[in-house]
């Protein structure tokens, strides 16, 4: 698991989920978030740290839609899952959305504290039972690409996308349900017909964490 791991299950308002924010902007505090509410889910978006946060309601609160910091019931909210953007560096819109990039997706800075280093469920068994042999971490940088990741990580508990046309359809994904981590692929490597083929050569765009199976 990775330390942003560590930080599900929190809560909007804990000391930890801010220091945490801070020690990615560099120890600066962390820019106040664009806040997206939903009766079944809060989205903190941080733009400029290239992270967007994922928060569940529970005990029964159900937020109302387009709510501010201010009147959420922060400790009704539990950290569900982080996405973590990796952007190309031109800014250019028309370029961006050739690559797949979605309008809000060009928003996002390139999360700045990368590399992102992972500890790796090191019991993971293949469909015949027998335990796989991989590395018990792995380090995942700006250039990563698809055959980077798979041949640290392995093939994917579960992946898809890359169907249809170039123009809309949407970048291949892969997700290793053990380690708690979904990676979604951009460019036009990752697009379209044969995009399994050449994905390989495609860098990541987005990492979702998540809490791992074997967690």
Same mark, same amino acid.
């Given at each position: 698991?990775?330390?942003?791991?560590?930080?599900?299950?929190?809560?909007?308002?804990?000391?930890?989920?801010?220091?945490?924010?801070?020690?990615?902007?560099?120890?600066?505090?962390?820019?106040? #978030?664009?806040?997206?509410?939903? +009766?079944?889910?809060?989205?903190?978006?941080?733009?400029?740290?290239?992270?967007?946060?994922?928060?569940?309601?529970?005990?029964?609160?159900?937020?109302?839609?387009?709510?501010?910091?201010?009147?959420?019931?922060?400790?009704?909210?539990?950290?569900?899952?982080?996405?973590?953007?990796?952007?190309?560096?031109?800014?250019?819109?028309?370029?961006?959305?050739?690559?797949?990039?979605?309008?809000?997706?060009?928003?996002?800075?390139?999360? #700045?504290?990368? +590399?992102?280093?992972?500890?790796?469920?090191?019991?993971?068994?293949?469909?015949?039972?027998?335990?796989?042999?991989?590395?018990?971490?792995?380090?995942?940088?700006?250039?990563?690409?698809?055959?980077?990741?798979?041949?640290?990580?392995?093939?994917?508990?579960?992946?898809?996308?890359?169907?249809?046309?170039?123009?809309?359809?949407?970048? !291949?994904?892969?997700?290793?349900?053990?380690?708690?981590?979904?990676?979604?692929?951009?460019?036009?490597?990752?697009?379209?017909?044969?995009?399994?083929?050449?994905?390989?050569?495609?860098?990541?765009?987005? !990492?979702?964490?998540?809490?791992?199976?074997?967690?």
């Amino acid at each position: 698991m990775s330390s942003l791991h560590a930080l599900l299950g929190l809560s909007p308002s804990t000391q930890e989920l801010t220091d945490a924010l801070a020690s990615i902007n560099s120890g600066n505090p962390a820019p106040d #978030p664009e806040v997206k509410s939903y +009766p079944d889910a809060v989205y903190f978006n941080y733009y400029p740290l290239g992270l967007s946060i994922l928060f569940t309601p529970r005990n029964g609160y159900k937020p109302k839609i387009g709510l501010k910091y201010s009147d959420l019931d922060t400790g009704k909210l539990s950290l569900d899952s982080i996405d973590v953007y990796n952007v190309p560096k031109a800014k250019d819109p028309k370029k961006l959305a050739r690559s797949g990039s979605s309008r809000s997706e060009i928003a996002y800075a390139t999360f #700045p504290a990368l +590399p992102l280093a992972f500890a790796l469920a090191t019991d993971v068994k293949d469909k015949s039972g027998v335990v796989i042999k991989r590395p018990d971490s792995i380090s995942i940088s700006v250039q990563s690409t698809g055959k980077d990741l798979v041949s640290t990580l392995g093939e994917p508990d579960r992946k898809g996308g890359g169907a249809g046309p170039s123009s809309g359809s949407i970048g !291949i994904w892969c997700e290793w349900s053990n380690d708690g981590i979904m990676i979604e692929f951009g460019g036009d490597e990752a697009r379209g017909p044969q995009a399994w083929e050449r994905g390989k050569d495609a860098a990541w765009k987005v !990492i979702t964490i998540f809490k791992a199976k074997s967690s």
